[in-house]
């Protein structure tokens, strides 16, 4: 069993910049593909960014493209996500994920998930 526990949500302004952790238990989290997703009131579950096992490749949605960046330390089984230029459309229920990185799985596809934690950015 791997568990994900998040942490940095909060309530910021528009403009601000948050730091989102999610930390990983399991000895093979350093081989897994890491993503972050969130969901907004009334909205289906979207992909936000991901990184492969070796933080070789990264990848965004365009909504956020240019200023949310993703990165990992697999020295503390952690994934990030700082997430500069916040808009109110940015608030919503953010979820890490992981899972194993192989080529068959796309980089929407996980096993595990965080609790969820919500950030909201106000105007």
């Known amino acids: 069993q791997v568990q994900l526990v998040e942490s940095g949500g909060g309530l910021v302004q528009a403009g601000d910049s948050l730091r989102l952790s999610c930390a990983a238990s399991?000895?093979?989290?350093?081989?897994?593909?890491l993503g972050w997703f969130r969901q907004a009131p009334g909205k289906e579950r979207e992909f936000v960014a991901a990184?492969?096992?070796?933080?070789?490749?990264?990848y965004y949605a365009d909504s956020v493209k240019g200023r949310f960046t993703i990165s990992r330390d697999n020295a503390k089984n952690t994934v990030y996500l700082q997430m500069n230029s916040l808009k109110p459309e940015d608030t919503a229920v953010y979820y890490c994920?992981?899972?194993?990185?192989?080529?068959?799985?796309?980089?929407?596809?996980?096993?595990?998930w965080g609790q969820g934690m919500q950030v909201t950015v106000s105007s």
């Open positions: 994920a992981a899972g194993p990185d192989t080529w068959q799985r796309t980089i929407y596809e996980y096993d595990y």
């Open positions: 399991g000895r093979t989290v350093s081989t897994y593909q």
């Open positions: 990184i492969n096992w070796n933080a070789r490749s990264t």
